[in-house]
């Protein structure tokens, strides 16, 4: 990825439960962003150092993936609240 990376902020609006990961409790969320548009994601898309995992209703930022197959993603999310100290050019390979 080059050149400037688009963040959104949104909100969490739902989780459904998807049976995937270790114990089979993997979640599919979606998030509304600030201009309307829907996104999803799932744990894997979640930058944190902590479990990673959200609840509907927090805040949270993510860089937008237009061209997934499944439609508007979600990737690299993290909460809002986290974000003060951190730098997306940290997180997306160059």
């Known amino acids: 990825m080059t050149g400037p990376v688009t963040v959104l902020q949104g909100t969490v609006l739902t989780q459904q439960l998807a049976g995937g ?11 509304e962003a600030d201009d309307g ?5 799932d ?19 993510f860089i937008p993936d237009m061209g997934h197959p499944s439609g508007p993603r979600a990737t690299y999310v993290i909460l809002a609240s986290d974000f003060r ?3 997306y050019r940290d997180l997306v390979p160059s």
């Open 85 to 87: 100290d951190l730098h």
């Open 21 to 31: 990961g270790p114990l089979g409790r993997s979640a599919l969320y979606t998030v």
């Open 37 to 41: 548009e829907i996104y999803r994601f």
């Open 43 to 61: 744990y894997t898309d979640i930058v944190r150092e902590t479990f990673r995992t959200v609840t509907n209703g927090e805040r949270i930022r």
